[in-house]
């Protein structure tokens, strides 16, 4: 007696239905997953100007010239998700660093740091929730 071998078509829609089902719950965990990843850029870089600045001000007792390339301060060049910037402009005893999100699932994010260390996340992408204390969200709900 001839035995058949293979699979039916029952077998394979079981398994098909199986793949989709759990590519369904780990798609949206991974692109969290990206977006946490892509949030570091940011902070990292917030963190570094806020070293930077302080050594300016060691040398020159003001922050007022901070920013600027040429000096310690010099903003980094070519962020891939973030865009950073001194605004306002640094005055002898303030500053303020932010870093605006690049398109995407970043667009409208703003966070910040000054002088004070106080680190606040400005405005978050839409669908995002904005943290209640000064901090830098690092997930959609609002958490810090």
């Known amino acids: 007696m001839h035995r058949q071998s293979g ?10 239905a199986v793949v989709a089902i759990l590519a369904a719950v780990a798609l949206p ?5 990206v977006v946490r990843g892509k949030l570091q850029e940011g902070t990292s870089n917030l963190l ?5 600045m302080e050594l300016y001000f060691q040398d020159n007792r003001s922050y007022v010239g901070a920013c600027v390339a040429g000096t310690t301060a010099a903003l980094p060049p070519g962020l891939k998700y973030f865009t950073i910037s001194c605004t306002p402009a640094p005055t002898a005893t303030t500053y303020v660093v932010q870093v605006d999100g690049l398109g995407g699932d ?19 992408p839409a669908g995002w929730t904005l ?10 709900t609002g958490q810090c």
């Open 131 to 140: 943290p209640v204390t000064p901090c830098w969200v690092t997930r959609k």
């Open 7 to 16: 699979f039916t078509l029952i077998e394979l829609m079981v398994a098909v």
């Open 48 to 52: 570094a100007m806020r070293t930077k």
């Open 29 to 33: 965990s991974y692109t969290q997953f």
């Open 106 to 124: 970043l667009a409208g994010l703003q966070m910040t740091i000054d002088q004070a260390n106080v680190r606040r996340t400005v405005t978050v």
